[in-house]
């Protein structure tokens, strides 16, 4: 049965490695401006050792003012020595992250003691839900970041493995969370949130077992965060508690209470609880998750949301039951130590459920699918925990039916979507500048409305870093502390084609949906 199992797993990475490898360099067509800036940035990091600032190996990098952290460039700086620049090695690293959550996924039911057929289905869940597949196929730090954590998790929660002695593999869980805290901001944040659940499953009077662990990742935490001041700040200003408009909101709710009931109810407590109660709500529709997803283009397929139907009614039911395993045992005996000994697995699935939730439901744009890749990854483990409650047949019908899904998700994710890309990609700009470069002479002017072409341009002229430096001018900051390119060797980016001087006799403009040059 074991070697059959590892078949199976080893079929399923197969197929899954395939699907996500196949044409990943030109779907989506073309880097968008994140993937961009993390790509050229690397290649600077590479060749020079700085960013695109000039900073020597900086914690915070850089982009048109927004700010990343350096753990996705540092792999691409590897990837790019071994195998090159391309888009496809830019998004190798979320690929091979995807590809690890559906081992992990595996490991973690097999750690849980679940059975072979219940640890493989939870492969096939994670290798079949929609917006991990479509995560894996872009350069997403949280999807890096995600499988870090996942892993020091597992380390740390789990049983030593093989030959690792407890302190060996907590040395590892903690080196993990490290990487993971630098690559995407979501595991430094929940560092607090874990550190009691680290004490309590090691046993509280049992220091010697939880110390190590505690004061490093502590350690880390405090480090991290105030280390990271800058972007610590900016993101701040995406919550609810930083945004303008709900500021306001916030003040006409308060004038709108007197007397007792503005003590009651006309606080910023009721009130931020309330918008942060509406986007759980949210996070936890059926639009969201199964039919449309959220508002940001490029998080998921046109007209399709983020986990097959499958996953979402399962993976609500097995929260449900695995709340009420714990309640009963609660009603057995309040003792903590029984409790926790009864469904240790319960709790820890339910908890961490609840705070994979906070990185979205606190921001303006919520719900919001990269903030809530760790609350996919909780539902997808609840769909099969409800399958090991319900036992019976309905696992194999599960499985199927999500495998027919899957398979009708794929098929218009390589037939439709290439028909259909999100406008805000503004697609064959790499074709367009690369002509331009080899059929023109004398100053270009981009009109780049939104400010990020000069990043796209330099990646996709693999612009040198001595002339990148030596020619690149940025715009002051706009109000939200963005900082545009204005000039890159010969190429002038404009807000409208008006804009250009008399010397720029090229044009480069999109137009009806395309990109259009023009010359004068």
Known sequence: ????????????????????????????????????????????????????????????????????????????????????????????????????????????????????????????????????????????????????????????FGKPFGKFTRTTQDILGIFLWLFAAITYNTPLLLIPFFLPVVVLSRGIESYKKWLLPIFALSTIFIGLFFSQVTLTSQKSGITLFNDETTREAADLWYGSFSGANQKLFG????????????????????????????????????????????????????????????????????????IIAYCSFELLLLYTTVISLAPSIVTVDAPHATRSLLFFFCLSVASVYALKQLKGNIGTLFIVVSILLFSQYLTKYFT??????????????????????????????????????????????????????????KQLPNSYGFKYGQQLDRYHFIGQSTDRTDSEKTVVEWKAGSWQVETF
């Open 1 to 156: 049965m074991k070697r059959l199992g590892t078949s199976f797993l080893v079929l399923i990475i197969f197929l899954s490695f395939g699907a996500r490898l196949y044409k990943l360099d030109t779907l989506p067509q073309i880097l968008n401006r994140d993937e961009a800036g993390l790509a050229y940035n690397a290649l600077l990091l590479k060749e020079t050792g700085r960013d695109e600032w000039g900073k020597s190996w900086p914690i915070t990098l850089e982009s048109f003012g927004d700010y990343k952290l350096p753990g996705y460039p540092v792999l691409l700086v590897a990837l790019f020595s071994v195998l090159g620049t391309s888009d496809a090695v830019v998004r190798l690293p979320s690929l091979l992250a995807g590809i690890s959550l559906i081992i992990l996924a595996y490991s973690i039911a097999k750690q849980s003691k679940w059975g072979e057929p219940y640890s493989l289905m939870l492969a096939v869940v994670v290798a079949t839900t929609p917006v991990f597949f479509f995560y894996s196929r872009i350069a997403f730090e949280a999807m890096v970041g995600l499988a870090l954590l996942l892993n020091a998790l597992l380390l740390l």
């Open 267 to 338: 606080n910023k407590y009721f009130y931020y609880s309330t918008l942060m109660f509406k986007n759980t709500v949210a996070t936890f529709s059926p639009s969201f998750l199964m039919s449309r997803g959220g508002s940001h283009p490029l998080h998921q397929l046109p007209g399709s949301g983020h986990v097959l139907v499958t996953v979402y009614l399962f993976g609500i039911l097995g929260l449900i039951l695995a709340l009420v395993t714990c309640i009963k045992r609660m009603q057995k005996t309040l003792k903590w130590k029984k």
């Open 416 to 473: 439709e979507y290439p028909l259909s890309q999100p406008d805000i990609l503004h697609v064959g700009f790499d074709t367009v500048i690369r002509d331009v470069e080899s059929t023109t002479i004398g100053p270009v002017a981009v009109v780049d409305g939104d400010g990020f072409q000069y990043i796209l341009t330099a990646w996709y002229l693999q612009t040198p870093p001595d002339l990148f430096f030596t020619t690149i001018v």
